[in-house]
């Protein structure tokens, strides 16, 4: 199990405005701030943080979990609003597995980010 995950953003005040807008339907919001990061997270436990830094490279893809679909439809939303870009709409991805319910989203960094639901409806 992973406590925390950080990643480096080119514009750590575009990208900590859309991470704060993109998250909030995950109840996800900033409980953490030093001086170039912030930590994000439920209640009062960070586990995922921006850090300024250099362009990765390629990008990554996180997959952020969700308590139901309609949470990953609200995530995709509020994370367009927030400009972020469209990298799959929410749906079910049977590929994957039968109640893999998913989408997708490129940060500002073009990063990959992603809300996932696994239960059935």
């Known amino acids: 199990m992973l406590d925390h995950l950080i990643i480096t953003v080119s514009d750590y005040a575009a990208s900590k405005e ?3 807008k993109a998250l909030a339907p ?3 919001q900033v409980v953490m701030h030093m001086d170039d990061s912030a930590g994000f997270g439920v209640m009062d436990k960070p586990d995922f943080f921006i850090k300024q830094g250099d362009r990765v490279e ?3 893809h996180i997959a952020f ?3 139901d679909r309609e949470t990953v439809d609200a995530f995709h939303a509020a994370a367009l609003a ?3 870009k469209d990298n799959g709409a929410p749906g079910l991805r049977a590929d994957y597995h039968p109640n893999y ?3 997708f989203i490129l940060d500002p960094d073009g ?3 992603e809300a996932v639901c696994h239960r059935p409806l």
């Open 111 to 113: 990063h990959n980010i």
């Open 26 to 28: 995950l109840d996800y």
């Open 101 to 103: 319910y998913g989408a």
């Open 18 to 20: 859309f991470y704060e």
């Open 65 to 67: 979990t969700s308590r």
């Open 82 to 84: 927030a400009g972020g």
């Open 58 to 60: 390629p990008a990554i």
